[in-house]
């Protein structure tokens, strides 16, 4: 499986302002994802990170709030823009090649947002 | 009905317990199935994928039923290092969302000395 790297860890932000995590894995891989997973929740898609275009946004999430990079096949950033509280969660990275049905995650940033 | 949905939980069991987590899925068109694990404060990490013949990989058995849409998971002889939270997993056909994966809302196995 492949080794993946997000960037910060951890992080605690103020209302209004935005964070950009950064996800770095250690080969090309075909697809990557980002989840969130609230307190006491599960995992939900927000999109899928599109090497060259636009990202593809799940329902309920849109571009302006959570504008999505990937400038290549093994890096990738989520910005989280004009925070609430209400953003406080967990986001993960999570990244597929194009020979297995497996996904694999990141570590995770923890963002509390104040 | 939820897209996933499984055992409640949480789990209580005495090491060298067998204990058997049941899940069900809603899209019939569904492609594969995963269990992940996941312990606190930590991200999924792949349990096994799960194989329409059923499939095992030491103490852990996975099974599918696809007529009924259920999947399984028995773990046998617990160990203390088991006690984490097992999430069921779906991918859902390709389409706009290619390998989005639906998470069930985990069920937390506690094993006890």
């Known amino acids: 499986s492949a080794v993946i790297s997000q960037k910060p860890s951890r992080d605690i932000c103020q209302r209004g302002t935005s964070l950009t995590i950064q996800c770095q894995v250690d080969s090309q891989v075909t697809m990557m994802f980002w989840y969130r997973q609230q307190p006491g929740q599960s995992l939900t898609l927000i999109a899928t990170a599109n090497q060259g275009s636009e990202a593809t946004y799940e329902s309920g999430f849109v571009i302006d709030k959570f504008p999505i990079s990937r400038p290549n096949l093994t890096f990738s950033t989520l910005t989280v823009s004009n925070m609430s509280p209400e953003d406080s969660s967990i986001y993960l990275c999570s990244v597929k090649t194009v020979d297995a049905y497996e996904q694999y995650f990141g570590p995770g940033t923890r963002l509390t947002v104040t | 009905r939820k897209e996933v949905e499984q055992d409640p939980g949480p789990f209580n069991v005495p090491e060298g317990a067998t204990v058997a987590f049941n899940c069900t899925y809603s899209?019939?068109?569904?492609?594969?199935f995963f269990w992940y694990r996941q312990d606190c404060r930590k991200e999924p990490k792949l349990l096994m994928s799960v194989y329409s013949s059923g499939n095992e990989d030491g103490r852990f058995t996975a099974q599918l039923n696809r007529a009924s849409q259920y999947i399984s998971l028995l773990i046998r002889d617990s160990k203390l290092s088991d006690s984490a939270t097992y999430l069921c997993?779906?991918?859902?056909?390709?389409?706009?969302?290619?390998?989005?994966?639906?998470f069930g809302k985990g069920t937390k196995l506690s094993v006890k000395p």
């Open positions: 899209n019939s068109a569904s492609q594969s």
């Open positions: 997993v779906v991918n859902l056909p390709y389409g706009g969302s290619q390998g989005n994966l639906i």
